[in-house]
């Protein structure tokens, strides 16, 4: 009997949990599901033999070591700043360790004594990063194959509202982290574009106008995403001019986005007292309303906009406009946001979700310059079973299996770039219909 011990039971755990309990009879698995939160854990697990939910507090040093030196892998679906605590115990304790969160500074600093440890941290094995490094990979690979020269490669992905569940006006629902979302992008973005390092603020991000054409979605509007130059060197693409990754949202999000922005309603330094101000004070932050005006007319003229425009009925779905107190104690602008957006912007229980992946890769190849697009949508079947929980959760529960069953000799701490990876995950991965679709031009 192998034992796994997951870290985390939110809204990215769903498929993973339901992947691993599905495997466990067959795998011989025993899985251990430790959270805060005891009954969303068992929400997740039902009463399954193969199954023990944990009632954790991560910080608990000593019930969190004793999980860890009983199992035989760790997957972390924590929030990103703990996983270096849970790294660490792995470390120690000679565990493998699975995420879908990027590799930051504090686990880089681990790097060698993993590697010397014979241990391998797999990082970025979610959905983005994860399915979008893989799918890469095995495109570009088979490019440089054939004998053709990499110009440009750009790299899309997006966790939308699938069309039929496409009914308010920020075109735009929950289905993972809310506080990720509310933070995105406020470290701006930098990439390179026709041979030029080109830096965008978290001020300028979302004013992107560009919009990219998705078969049978239309147009999508993008911006770019954190640091592209770090992964050129990982993708063996440095010398190219032109090299992106960018995030999709439907274009009315990007606007809206940027109002929020300007207002200083996603700023997470510095923190107000709320119980006495209702959301329109909270949202005239930078201003003082004139009491002649109505509300909308007040933004629209801060804005610089029309008071019967798309933005002023964006902000007004979000309560934002209204006289109801706000009465969340001492709080950041980005934690009242992050609430209002849970309460407004959550999905109901009939929506459904959907990913959207996409690549273009422009290369010449005797003589012949072609471009290839290659994209993926996946739909999810409920606001449980999301796309975004399939997509995340997925890689990490198929690279256990494989880890597992000793097909994986790779140590270190890594990335899912490697054929020996991402040929038998996308594989499987095409059992639950995500699956790319490729063209030419």
């Not at 399915?131 to 004998?147: F, N, P, R």
């Not at 990913?355 to 949508?377: A, D, N, Q």
Request: overall charge neutral; hydrophobic content about 40%; aromatic content about 8%.
């Amino acid at each position: 009997m192998k034992n796994i011990l997951l870290f985390g039971a939110g809204k990215s755990a769903t498929s993973l949990i339901e992947y691993l309990l599905t495997n466990a009879p067959r795998q011989k698995w025993h899985i251990t599901v430790a959270d805060h939160d005891i009954m969303l854990i068992k929400s997740k697990t039902g009463k399954s033999y193969y199954v023990t939910p944990a009632a954790l507090d991560i910080r608990d040093q000593a019930a969190r070591q004793k999980l860890i030196q009983e199992t035989d892998l760790v997957i972390s679906l924590l929030p990103p700043a703990l996983h270096i605590t849970v790294a660490k115990d792995c470390l120690e304790f000679g565990k493998n360790l699975l995420t879908a969160s990027y590799i930051d500074p504090e686990v880089r600093k681990l790097e060698k004594d993993i590697e010397k440890a014979g241990l391998l941290f797999m990082y970025e094995m979610g959905l983005d990063p994860g399915i979008d490094h893989m799918s890469a990979m095995k495109l570009i690979h088979s490019i440089e194959k054939k004998g053709g020269q990499i110009s440009a490669f750009r790299s899309y992905c997006g966790g939308l509202i699938s069309p039929e569940s496409n009914d308010n006006p920020w075109q735009y629902k929950i289905s993972w982290n809310a506080r990720n979302i509310v933070l995105a992008g406020n470290s701006g973005a930098v990439y390179r574009e026709k041979g030029k390092v080109k830096e965008v603020s978290y001020q300028q991000l979302f004013d992107q106008s560009k919009t990219i054409q998705i078969p049978s979605l239309g147009k999508l509007a993008y911006y770019p995403n954190r640091d592209s130059l770090g992964y050129m060197s990982a993708y063996k693409l440095e010398d190219i001019p032109t090299f992106m990754r960018a995030t999709l949202r439907y274009p009315d999000f990007c606007e809206g986005w940027s109002t929020l922005l300007k207002l200083g309603l996603t700023d997470d330094t510095t923190k107000l007292q709320t119980d006495n101000l209702s959301y329109f004070d909270w949202t005239c932050q930078q201003f003082k309303p004139d009491p002649r005006l109505s509300h909308e007319e007040n933004i629209a003229q801060h804005l610089s906009i029309s008071a019967k425009s798309k933005i002023i009925r964006q902000l007004k779905f979000l309560g934002l406009l209204s006289n109801d107190p706000v009465h969340l104690g001492e709080q950041t602008n980005a934690n009242v946001l992050q609430h209002v957006v849970e309460t407004r912007l959550g999905m109901q229980s009939s929506d459904k979700d959907m990913i959207v992946m996409t690549h273009e890769i422009e290369f010449e190849r005797r003589g012949m310059t072609t471009k290839l697009h290659s994209y993926m949508v996946a739909l999810g079947d409920d606001n449980i079973h999301t796309a975004m929980a399939k997509t995340v959760g997925l890689p990490l529960g198929i690279m256990a299996k494989l880890l597992l069953q000793q097909k994986v000799s790779l140590t270190g701490l890594q990335i899912p770039i490697m054929p020996d990876i991402y040929n038998p995950v996308l594989k499987e991965l095409e059992e639950y219909n995500i699956r790319f679709e490729e063209s030419f031009e």
